[in-house]
């Protein structure tokens, strides 16, 4: 078993930290029964919120009888997704671009003047490799009403890049 979350919604911060640790003892409890156990280093606690003064809490708890400290990190990395705590999606965005210019880059060696692949193979490596990597997730952070320039500007800066 890899990758999985506790959700906990209401009104109250330490409502929602009580609501966390009962579900994490729960899991600890049902885990052992099956002889599988969770991996203290790979827990994270993220609290989703777009108020400016609002914190993310530290959750203390027990683990397996060992005191365990969770931290909460500037950004969350989840099946692919890298969410921060107000769902900006910029840290996101920043990282597939960085590997779309990677791409970019690779192809531009593939397809030199001399010995390189036909532009036509080019862009259908384009197309098939680069677009794919640098758009995972956006229906996610997508919205066509009302469109976050800022990152659409990011991804096009590797098509720009991609086109020259």
């Not at 989703?48 to 005191?67: E, H, I, M, N, Q």
Request: proline share 6%; with cysteine; charged share 20%.
């Amino acid at each position: 078993m890899d990758d999985f979350s506790f959700l906990a919604i209401s009104n109250n911060l330490e409502t929602n930290v009580s609501l966390l640790q009962k579900s994490l003892d729960r899991a600890v409890d049902t885990l052992t029964r099956i002889g599988m156990s969770i991996d203290p280093d790979k827990c994270n606690l993220m609290r989703f919120t777009w108020r400016r003064s609002d914190t993310c809490p530290v959750l203390k708890t027990k683990l397996y009888g060992a005191p365990l400290t969770i931290l909460p990190p500037p950004t969350i990395h989840w099946l692919g997704f890298h969410l921060d705590r107000k769902l900006t999606f910029t840290h996101h965005v920043n990282l597939l671009s960085k590997k779309g210019h990677a791409t970019v880059s690779g192809l531009k060696v593939l397809g030199n003047t001399i010995k390189g692949i036909s532009p036509s193979n080019l862009q259908l490596l384009y197309k098939t490799v680069v677009i794919p990597a640098i758009t995972y997730g956006s229906q996610l952070w997508f919205n066509p009403k009302k469109p976050y320039k800022r990152l659409i500007k990011k991804l096009e800066q590797v098509q720009h890049r991609a086109l020259i």
